[in-house]
């Protein structure tokens, strides 16, 4: 058993993450442990990024310990890139979170500040990047223990001693540093030499508005009243660009750390404000303010272009079809309404499937050579015995559920093949009949071989009327 992580106090008194538990006790005889659980410190440190939300849209995951925020263009409303790191900091620690902190042109640059540099030279100003680094040991560039190891066997173990050496002879040495990920490729990195690339945990929307408080919110009519002022610029945004919104996400970020978010879909593109905040009202029932909420963001995740209609001519109004649609969606669930729709099957139990508001078929087709098919189809076609005066003439009497039917009139067959092209399917060929009894009462049959032993079985699928 090793550590996997250590705090500040364990880390002052020599503990080191990837030492034994055995000689972690043999150092500190009253060490406290806990079980690991790296699934949970994952779900924590994502949790975590989403609250960083409210400093800059631009969060990402470093590693299973550390988080990158690209802060460019957000510190001036925090009061300045020091101020902003005091207010993360405090806001830091009154979670319990014990943080390091370092701000820097590069994120490579930032994450070698924090993890490695004394508190007093973790802000770095621009143009100072290259001094601020320098007496950094060569781990803050990353690198895996073995090669950190031999770079101090050989004398270098500063940054500075590494850039100070010649390209040329680090490649005679080390013959793989500057391919992949090697070393030269870290150090271009954290000098700022080569770009590298953030993979935030929300990608950054083009329609997201902000709300923050000047009082923590206690109560949900304020929010109700806060969700106003946002949807009335969200959908000013959108009808300048001629667009409408289909999915809305609203983030609720609360004082003591908690995030909640909240997801209302829409049949269709709108940019009706009324409809969309009656959508998100219905979300914030189920939010509970805690201590406080001091910031709002509203996004609208999914956003397409939103035509002109014509309103109708009686009362002006828009189809209240969809309206209704989007309330019972949001207040039964998205999974909750369903339509169905033709997905181009001749097989009858694959002909349709069931499609979410506004989500066009896969495969729309129709077939108007097709006979009239019965109003009810069971879902699984039921047994018969059938009697016919020669093999593939039309049934002349059948018995289902234990009950005689003797067929009066007879129409097909209609014959309905196994896709050619699916050379896996199980389906058998199948010869539809449309029959009606002595007493009228119609219904749909088929024959089918489906053991292949050439005896074919009949089978009820459908009734008329």
């Not at 705090?7 to 442990?33: F, H, S």
């Not at 510190?75 to 300045?80: A, E, I, K, P, T």
């Not at 896709?419 to 539809?432: F, N």
Request: glycine fraction near 10%.
């Amino acid at each position: 058993m090793v550590l996997t992580a250590v705090d500040q106090r364990a880390e002052q008194a020599g503990l080191l993450p990837g030492m034994r538990l055995v000689d972690a006790r043999a150092l500190v005889a009253g060490v406290a442990v806990g079980t690991a659980d790296p699934a949970a410190d994952q779900q924590a440190l994502t949790r975590l990024g989403l609250w960083c939300g409210r400093f800059t849209p631009r969060v990402a995951c470093d590693g299973t310990d550390g988080l990158l925020l690209d802060v460019t263009g957000c510190s001036h409303l925090f009061g300045g890139e020091p101020a902003m790191v005091q207010t993360v900091s405090k806001r830091l620690t009154g979670f319990g979170l014990e943080a390091r902190l370092g701000l820097a042109d590069t994120p490579g640059a930032a994450r070698a500040l924090a993890r490695f540099a004394p508190e007093c030279r973790r802000i770095v100003p621009p143009g100072n990047l290259r001094e601020a680094l320098a007496p950094l040991p060569v781990e803050a560039l990353g690198v895996t223990r073995d090669d950190a190891l031999t770079l101090r066997h050989l004398g270098l173990t500063t940054i500075r001693a590494i850039i100070r050496l010649p390209r040329t002879a680090l490649l005679r040495r080390f013959p793989s540093c500057g391919a992949g990920n090697g070393l030269l490729q870290r150090l271009d990195r954290i000098l700022g030499d080569r770009n590298e690339h953030l993979s935030p945990l929300i990608p950054p929307p083009a329609y997201r508005w902000r709300l923050d408080f000047a009082e923590p919110v206690m109560h949900r009519e304020g929010l109700e009243a806060a969700l106003v002022n946002v949807m009335a610029r969200a959908t000013a945004a959108l009808k300048r660009d001629h667009r409408g919104a289909r999915r809305l996400v609203l983030w609720c970020f609360g004082i003591d750390g908690s995030v909640t978010e909240h997801t209302v879909a829409a049949s269709r593109p709108t940019r009706d404000a009324d409809h969309l905040r009656r959508l998100l009202v219905g979300e914030l029932e189920t939010v509970d303010p805690g201590f406080g909420i001091d910031a709002i963001v509203l996004h609208a995740a999914s956003v397409e272009p939103l035509s002109a209609r014509q309103l109708s001519l009686d009362d002006g109004q828009q189809d209240h079809l969809d309206l209704l649609i989007d309330r019972l969606a949001a207040r039964l669930g998205a999974g909750a309404v369903r339509r169905p729709v033709a997905t181009g099957h001749r097989f009858p139990e694959q002909a349709e499937r069931l499609a979410g508001p506004g989500e066009a078929p896969a495969s729309p087709s129709s077939y108007p050579d097709l006979p009239p098919r019965p109003l009810r189809l069971f879902e699984r076609p039921e047994p018969l015995q059938v009697i016919a005066l020669i093999p593939d003439g039309p049934p002349r009497l059948f018995i289902w559920r234990r009950v005689r039917f003797r067929i009066a009139r007879a129409a097909g067959p209609e014959r309905i093949a196994p896709e050619w092209w699916a050379p896996d399917s199980c389906q058998a060929t199948r010869d539809y009949w449309r029959v009606e009894d002595t007493d009228g009462h119609r219904y749909w049959l088929y024959r089918a071989d489906l053991r292949g032993d050439g005896v074919p079985r009949w089978f009820l699928h459908g009734l008329y009327g």
